[in-house]
């Protein structure tokens, strides 16, 4: 009689410390010529209070919408889509990391597909969050949002 013993727990032990030494960052990044969605997003997700100056005075005339004598400061306000989706989808989205936690515990899934799987989703959350608040005029917004898989220092 012969016996083949096939241990596994090395692997796991590997895909486990793999799994602990990175995570997903899910966003709009300033990389890549998206400086400009960068910052929209931003004013979107946290609002911003904006100094009127003499030239943007003249451009808000000049486009029609003359702004009054007494307006130092105009304020944008938050409509956050980033935090709001997360907050909104995290037990939805505790829900299907531990389900694909199982196939890294099989061995099924790299620690790399199980982060871009999560990011994959959240992106998607995230986008649907953008076109409910209203957010969508060109879809650039939209389309900007990423996820990257990072190696923590």
Not at 106 to 133: C, H, N, P, R
């Amino acid at each position: 009689m012969r016996v083949n013993d096939n241990n596994r727990i090395p692997k796991l032990i590997k895909v486990l410390k793999e799994l602990s030494k990175k995570h997903v960052e899910i966003g709009v990044f300033g990389d890549n010529n998206r400086w400009f969605l960068y910052m929209v997003a931003r004013v979107h997700e946290f609002g911003t209070d904006i100094k009127v100056t003499p030239r943007m005075r003249a451009f808000f005339a000049y486009q029609g919408h003359p702004l009054k004598s007494e307006t130092k400061r105009i304020h944008i306000p938050e409509r956050s889509f980033i935090r709001t989706a997360h907050d909104e989808n995290i037990k939805a989205l505790e829900s299907y990391m531990e389900k694909l936690l199982v196939g890294v515990l099989e061995l099924k899934m790299s620690a790399d597909q199980f982060y871009e799987k999560v990011g994959e989703w959240m992106v998607e959350k995230i986008q649907q969050k953008i076109t409910d608040v209203g957010l969508v005029k060109t879809g650039a917004l939209r389309d900007s949002i990423t996820y990257r898989v990072v190696e923590d220092k």
